[in-house]
């Protein structure tokens, strides 16, 4: 069994040009010792210890887990459509999915970054990327929802996103794919890529008090791909650190071709003198479109703004912002120890970990340690010069680094489908567990900031195979927990994951838990088509729209028999829930919407467009479960011929 899946992911990676063979593991057995069963088991009634929040890939949505026991607590759409929360279907939440390009309800989610101050998480926000009409989002952890989209100008492919400075001075969205800047055109020959393509990454800040984003400016740089990131931290505060792939330049990422050198690179930026550069008026505005979108609490209504300019810095016109460092065969993490000292460089390709040194980079930078050759202008600091040393055969395929506070860092190889624990001062490999199969990333509550909290390891796998119940074709993705509080990592859990589970993050639950919002104040809600009490519920015609205010409450709707709607109408349902109760929220479904469902908390309003296509009689019901007479909350409407 283990030789079967350790061959798919050789395939998968074509790693034909690693050499090491010594980090197999030993079985294939899911041998978990005895009290693995006490460890993991939450009782009913009792709450988990950490919020964990988890990327779901290409499902466009967010997921929150309970930890220790896996156990699956809310799915935030983020960007995507969600029936289950009516997400993107009232006009209300719409706007929140609108770009440049009109109304995206997808995106390709990988990463999730919390809000920091002094380089922890705070536990205010969690951000998270879309890889793909690429975008930027804020999840408000009072509400559990995406409370802002912002589109991003220039870039192609976020994925280097959304890692986040010490005190969220700023989170950064690194372009994936280099593409002409936006105020060029670009219907110019593929092949013209190594003069006219382009990497950007965007530095976006955030607002102290609400959270909100505004890129910044962008540092336009030479046409690599930029991988992933992390901030520097303590010392290395005014840093940053991205993998790039593709140093070759090359528009076709055949391996032949991308993958070529022997060395791509980690560049370092100083943004802090990025910011100088930017604040003395040295960057240049650039015209672009982009959509910003956020929503609104008091009006409960998102808007979608278009931006038409960003503040660019070509990394060209300043070569002191920007060194890169040669990191052995297509680097993908590059992860940040808890002291901001070792930067670890994970080379897909690679049969060692290098571990570079931010103190040796800085005398590397101050004594000019370069190498003769620049990279498209730009200073390259030698290897060894910025190198503290390498992890020798750790394994195979090294993807993510996250660190226990204690000294040590864990590794997760995709190849030789293993999580493995090194110390970090003596580079010695202490520890390595099977994963089934093939760890993407891997995390550790806290495990990429200043103070992580060594107790738990959850390993997110891309294949699960022989682990669950057989579902047709297609089987969920797979997180796995291990307990590293002792020697030796223990694995104690498995469990399914929405989506395919890039990055997570998890706190400790008391972070979060006591700040939930639980009602809307009705008396606060200042939608423009609110009905505060079922006296005011109306019907009002304006042209061909017919406004139905509609309120909900246990049991019934106000009003509940609508007429005078013709065919032809545009009916705007304005449903507001007048309960003022933790828990009590009314659903809103209409035969035939395509608009689908809407689902009202207590003190909010939300509208379902529906535009009918037929006369008759249309019955209108509560979705949600809400009472003993849930299933009486209906009504009717009545569609005439014009
Ligand atoms: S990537 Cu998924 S395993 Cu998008 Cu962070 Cu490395
Ligand atoms: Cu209201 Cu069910």
């Excluded at 391996?255 to 240049?284: H, L, P, Q, T």
Aim: aromatic share 12%.
């Amino acid at each position: 069994m283990y030789i079967k899946n350790f061959i798919t992911p050789v395939l998968f990676l074509a790693a034909a040009t690693v050499s090491v063979t010594s980090c197999k593991p030993k079985s294939a057995g899911t041998a978990v010792s005895g009290n693995a069963a006490s460890k993991v088991y939450v009782p009913p009634g009792k709450y988990d210890e950490f919020y964990n929040f988890v990327s779901g890939g290409f499902s466009g949505q967010l997921s929150v887990y309970g930890l220790p026991s896996g156990r699956l607590l809310r799915v935030i759409p983020v960007f995507s459509v969600d029936p289950e929360k009516g997400w993107g279907y009232s006009e209300e939440t719409k706007p929140m999915l609108n770009t440049s390009h009109g109304f995206v309800p997808w995106d390709d989610l990988h990463h999730v970054e919390m809000s920091m101050t002094d380089g922890q998480a705070d536990g205010r926000w969690v951000f998270v990327n879309g890889n793909n009409t690429p975008r930027l989002a804020r999840v408000d952890l009072k509400t559990f929802r995406t409370a802002e989209i912002l589109e991003l100008p220039n870039s192609a492919g976020n994925h280097s996103s959304p890692f986040s400075t010490e005190n969220s001075e700023y989170i950064v969205a690194g372009t994936r794919f280099s593409v002409p800047p936006d105020d060029v055109n670009g219907d110019i020959p593929i092949n013209s890529y190594k003069e006219n393509f382009k990497g950007h990454i965007s530095f976006v800040s955030v607002d102290k008090t609400n959270g909100e984003m505004k890129i910044a400016f962008q540092l336009k740089t030479p046409g690599v791909n930029f991988d992933l990131s992390h901030a520097g931290k303590g010392k290395s505060h005014d840093w940053f650190f991205f993998s790039t792939y593709n140093t070759e330049q090359a528009n076709t990422l055949l391996e032949v071709n991308a993958s070529r050198r022997d060395k791509d690179f980690i560049m370092a930026v100083n943004w802090k003198k990025a910011e100088e550069y930017v604040k003395a008026g040295k960057g240049k505005k650039h015209s672009v479109k982009y959509a910003h979108n956020t929503y609104d609490e008091a009006t409960h209504t998102a808007k979608s703004a278009m931006e038409n300019e960003v503040t660019v810095l070509d990394v060209a016109d300043f070569p002191d912002i920007v060194y890169f460092i040669p990191c052995p065969k297509s680097p993908h993490g590059c992860d940040v120890d808890p002291t901001g000292e070792y930067i670890v460089g994970s080379g897909k390709l690679a049969a060692l970990l290098p571990v570079f040194s931010y103190d040796k980079i800085q005398k590397a930078i101050a004594a000019k340690d370069f190498e003769q050759e620049t990279y498209a202008g730009l200073p390259v600091i030698k290897y060894e010069a910025a190198l503290y040393g390498e992890v020798q055969k750790p394994g195979l395929g090294p993807l993510h680094t996250e660190f226990d506070g204690k000294g040590n860092a864990y590794t997760s190889f995709f190849v030789s489908s293993e999580v493995v624990k090194w110390n970090i001062k003596d580079l010695k490999v202490l520890d390595r567990q099977p994963t089934y199969y093939s760890v993407g990333h891997l995390m550790i509550p806290g495990g990429d900031s200043k103070k992580p909290f060594g107790k738990y390891l959850v390993a997110y796998n891309k294949i699960t195979k022989d682990r669950y119940l057989p579902t047709g074709p297609e089987l969920s993705q797979s997180a796995q927990l291990y307990d590293i509080s002792g020697d030796k990592m223990e694995l104690i859990l498995d469990y399914p994951t929405i989506g395919e589970p890039h990055y997570a993050q998890a706190v400790p639950a008391e972070l979060i838990r006591d700040k939930q919002l639980k009602i809307f104040d009705i008396n606060a809600n200042k939608h423009p088509f609110v009905t505060k009490g079922e006296a005011e519920a109306k019907v009002v015609r304006q042209g061909n729209q017919v406004h139905v205010y509609i309120t909900a409450v246990r049991s019934h709707f106000a009003p509940d028999n609508i007429e005078g709607v013709q065919l032809g109408d545009e009916v705007l349902f304005h449903v507001t829930n007048l309960e003022q109760d933790w828990d009590v929220p009314h659903g809103f479904g209409v035969k035939g919407a395509a608009n689908g469902e809407l689902l009202v908390m207590p003190g909010e309003t939300l509208t379902l467009k529906w535009i009918p296509d037929r006369t008759g009689i249309f019955p209108i019901y509560c979705t949600d479960f809400c009472s003993a007479l849930h299933q009486e909350m209906s009504g009717y409407v009545r569609v005439s011929p014009k």
